[in-house]
C-alpha cells in the first residue's frame, strides 16, 4: 500500500496538497489525521502544522497489477506470430522430399489421388464447426423472448408499480417481464427479468434507484398510507449485499490489524445500511457515518 504523509496549516489544506501530489481523488485514498495542529496564540505565538497521511486504496494497486498483466500479454503477442514463419521454413523441404519421392517413384496419379482425397474432407469440417458456433451464439439469444407476467390489479399498490415500470420500461427501449409480489406487511417487491445488458442497474446501481424512488413516488401518490416498493431485476441486489458484507468484513480486519479507522467510499443510504447492520454484531470494531450527500460515507473504528 503506497502512504504519503503531508503537512498544512489546516487538515483540508494537508489532504488537498497530498491528492495533487498522488494524483488522485478523494475517493481513491484513506486518511488518517496524525495531527490536528493549531492556530496557537493570536495565530502566531505556538502555532502547528496539521499532518494527515494518505494511504492509497486496494483498488489502485489491483489496477497496476492489471495494466502489468496486460503489458506482458502484449509483449507474448508477437513471439506466437513467430512459430508460423517457422512452418513456412520446413514446409519446402517436405515438398522437395515428397517431389523426389514422387519423381522416383513415377507415380503422379496417387498423389492427385491423395491430394482430391485430402481437401473434399477438409471442406465439409468447417461448415459443420461454423454451424455449431453459429447455433452456440444463438442458443442464448432464444431466452430474451420475455414471457409477460401476471398482471396485478391496477387498484392496488402492486398493480399501480408494475403498470407504471411496463409504461417506462418500453419507453426506454428495454424489453422486461415486470413480476410484482406483496409481502406480509403490504410492501411491494418488484422483479424486473430480461435486463441481461444492466441498463437498468446503471453504475453502482444507480439507475435501479432512481427507478425504485420514482415508481414509489406513482405507487404512494394521492395515498394516506406510505407503501415500501422495492425493485430489484436479474438478483442485483442480492448480488452486491453479498460483495458489500464481504467489503465490511474485510475492512474491518484491516482496522484491527493496523489500529487505525478505516474510511469507505461514499454509498447511498441503503448500502451503508447494508455494512451497519453486517458490523453491528463484530466484537472489535464498530461503524458510523460521516459527510453530507453524496458523499456521506461509512468509517470503521476499534470500539
Known amino acids: 500500500m503506497k502512504e504519503y504523509e503531508v503537512t498544512g496549516r489546516t487538515i483540508e489544506e494537508a489532504i488537498s496538497e497530498g491528492l495533487e501530489h498522488l494524483g488522485v481523488s478523494i475517493s481513491d485514498v484513506?486518511?488518517?489525521?496524525?495531527?490536528?495542529?493549531?492556530?496557537?496564540?493570536?495565530g502566531l505565538f505556538g502555532s502547528r502544522p496539521a499532518k494527515v497521511?494518505?494511504?492509497?486504496?486496494?483498488?489502485?494497486?489491483?489496477?497496476?497489477?492489471?495494466?502489468?498483466?496486460?503489458?506482458?500479454?502484449?509483449?507474448?503477442?508477437?513471439?506466437k506470430e513467430q512459430a508460423p514463419k517457422k512452418e513456412s521454413k520446413k514446409a519446402p523441404k517436405a515438398e522437395k522430399k515428397q517431389e523426389a519421392r514422387a519423381e522416383t517413384a513415377e507415380k503422379p496419379e496417387k498423389?492427385?489421388?491423395?491430394e482430391?482425397?485430402?481437401?473434399?474432407?477438409?471442406?465439409?469440417?468447417k461448415p459443420r464447426e461454423s454451424k455449431k458456433q453459429e447455433e452456440a451464439v444463438q442458443a442464448p439469444a432464444e431466452p430474451k423472448e420475455i414471457v409477460p407476467a401476471e398482471q396485478a390489479?391496477?387498484?392496488t399498490a402492486a398493480g399501480r408499480a408494475q403498470e407504471f415500470l411496463q409504461d417506462l420500461t418500453k419507453l426506454m427501449g428495454v424489453n422486461v417481464s415486470v413480476a410484482v409480489a406483496t409481502d406480509e406487511e403490504g410492501n411491494v417487491r418488484v422483479n424486473m427479468e430480461?435486463?441481461?445488458?444492466?441498463?437498468?442497474?446503471?453504475?453502482?446501481?444507480?439507475?435501479?434507484?432512481?427507478?425504485?424512488?420514482?415508481?414509489?413516488?406513482?405507487?404512494?401518490?394521492?395515498?394516506?398510507?406510505?407503501?415500501r416498493v422495492t425493485l430489484d431485476t436479474e438478483g442485483y441486489r442480492s448480488k452486491r449485499e453479498e460483495a458489500l458484507v464481504r467489503l465490511a468484513n474485510r475492512m474491518a480486519n484491516r482496522a484491527q490489524k493496523t489500529g487505525r479507522k478505516v474510511s469507505l467510499e461514499p454509498m447511498n443510504p441503503y448500502e451503508r445500511r447494508i455494512l451497519h447492520s453486517a458490523l453491528q454484531d463484530h466484537p472489535a470494531v464498530t461503524t458510523h457515518s460521516e459527510g453530507e450527500e453524496p458523499n456521506r460515507h461509512v468509517v470503521i473504528t476499534l470500539k
Request: proline share 3%; hydrophobic share 35%.
Open 53 to 79: 497521511r494518505l494511504s492509497l486504496k486496494d483498488d489502485a494497486n489491483e489496477a497496476d497489477e492489471a495494466r502489468a498483466i496486460l503489458q506482458d500479454a502484449l509483449k507474448e503477442e508477437p513471439r
Open 111 to 114: 498423389a492427385e489421388k491423395t
Open 30 to 42: 484513506t486518511v488518517d489525521i496524525l495531527e490536528e495542529g493549531s492556530k496557537g496564540l493570536f
Open 116 to 125: 482430391k482425397a485430402e481437401k473434399p474432407a477438409a471442406k465439409p469440417r
Open 153 to 155: 390489479d391496477r387498484a
Open 194 to 227: 430480461g435486463d441481461t445488458l444492466g441498463i437498468l442497474i446503471g453504475r453502482r446501481g444507480e439507475t435501479l434507484d432512481a427507478l425504485q424512488y420514482l415508481t414509489s413516488l406513482q405507487v404512494n401518490k394521492g395515498q394516506s398510507n406510505y407503501t
